[in-house]
């Protein structure tokens, strides 16, 4: 399985976007999907997760529930990532990533795709 992440791009604060997660290969029902950002000088910060298998199991970090959300389109074998309310500290090259375990910590994930970058402007 690969991954491939896409959206990304310039928007001004309070400003929506939506980033997609393109998986090449079969994903199983076991699977779980994870968004991650990584602002230049900090460490790579978990934001959102979906278990494949269904819309109904997602995880959020505290900093964007309630103002993104994240789902998955089996048909397309992509995962999404809609962002609303925009804020400049939401800047950040954002990545998705394949594990089993729908946890936070980065080094639980094995696979990752190329980033795309989001930038807020005041």
């Known amino acids: 399985v690969q991954l491939q992440a896409s959206g990304g791009g310039l928007v001004q604060a309070g400003g929506s976007l939506r980033l997609s997660c393109a998986a090449s290969g079969r994903l199983f029902s076991s699977h779980v999907i994870g968004w991650f950002r990584q602002a230049p000088g900090k460490e790579r910060e978990f934001a959102a997760a979906?278990?494949?298998?269904?819309?109904?199991?997602?995880y959020y970090a505290d900093s964007v529930k309630g103002r993104f959300s994240i789902s998955r389109d089996s048909a397309e074998n992509m995962v999404h990532l809609q962002m609303n309310s925009l804020k400049p500290e939401d800047s950040a090259v954002y990545y998705c990533?394949?594990?089993?375990?729908?946890?936070?910590?980065?080094?639980?994930?094995?696979?990752w795709g190329r980033g795309t970058l989001v930038t807020v402007s005041s």
């Open positions: 990533a394949l594990g089993s375990s729908a946890t936070s910590r980065p080094q639980e994930y094995r696979l």
């Open positions: 979906i278990r494949w298998n269904t819309n109904r199991l997602t």
